[in-house]
């Protein structure tokens, strides 16, 4: 079974405090490695795919790496608008299943 | 990406009632799919959407709860049925892209007292 655990739970930083999102996984074939962004009441958004171990992602402050066991989301220097959940998902190859394995999140908050 | 909608954007229902959650793509898509996200749970997919043919569903979950309508490449539909107060959760359908990545819509949060 698919299994994926992200740590920590919540994380407080300081504004610009650079630190790194955990995300742990075990899956039978990984397909894809996915990363999102939730806002309170609101869907996840996309931010991130990485496909094969030693493959990196980077989008404004953030920055996506893939090993073979886990994936880091290094934000560097936040800023309060980066406060939200940061959600991790896998999906399998194989199998005709293209829906994805979430974990539960990083709460993330940004003090000004 | 896709724009996606969802109707309603909330609602609150009763027990032993049912809700029926649409969800609307401005393309068509192939692969579109239906979640479900409990208050301190992680997302956990429902089933997925197929066009012309019965949904496919995860384990745990059974088509006489959710049924689930897929009448062409833009549109599907979620029903819960015979909600009990475990049924309170936020609903959110997605869809695929050519290289599996899936967009989210804004979800339906559902109460039931």
């Known amino acids: 079974e698919d299994q994926v655990t992200q740590s920590p739970e919540a994380l407080r930083l300081q504004e610009g405090e650079s630190s790194s999102l955990n995300c742990s996984y075990t899956v039978s074939g990984l397909r894809g490695l996915f990363w999102y962004r939730q806002d309170p009441g609101k869907g996840p958004e996309f931010l991130f795919t990485?496909?094969?171990a030693g493959e990196e992602k980077e989008k404004e402050r953030l920055k996506a790496t893939l090993t073979k066991k886990e994936s880091f989301l290094h934000i560097t220097a936040p800023k309060p608008e980066d406060s939200a959940t940061y959600l991790c998902a896998v999906q399998a190859k194989g199998g005709g299943a293209d829906g994805l394995t979430f974990g539960k999140g990083t709460h993330l908050i940004i003090q000004p | 990406s896709a724009v996606i909608s969802q109707k309603p954007s909330r609602d609150i229902c009763q027990r032993g009632t049912s809700l029926t959650i649409q969800c609307q793509v401005d393309?068509?898509?192939?692969?579109m799919f239906w979640y479900r996200q409990q208050p301190g749970q992680s997302l956990t997919l429902i089933a997925t959407a197929n066009q012309g043919s019965e949904a496919t569903y995860e384990s745990g979950f059974v088509i006489d709860k959710f049924p689930i309508s897929r009448p062409n490449l833009t549109f599907s539909t979620l029903t819960v049925s015979n909600m009990s107060p475990e049924d309170s959760s936020i609903y959110l359908c997605?869809?695929?892209?050519?290289?599996?990545?899936?967009?989210f819509g804004p979800g339906t949060r559902l109460t039931v007292l």
């Open positions: 393309s068509q898509v192939t692969m």
């Open positions: 990485l496909y094969s």
């Open positions: 997605s869809v695929g892209s050519g290289n599996n990545e899936q967009f």
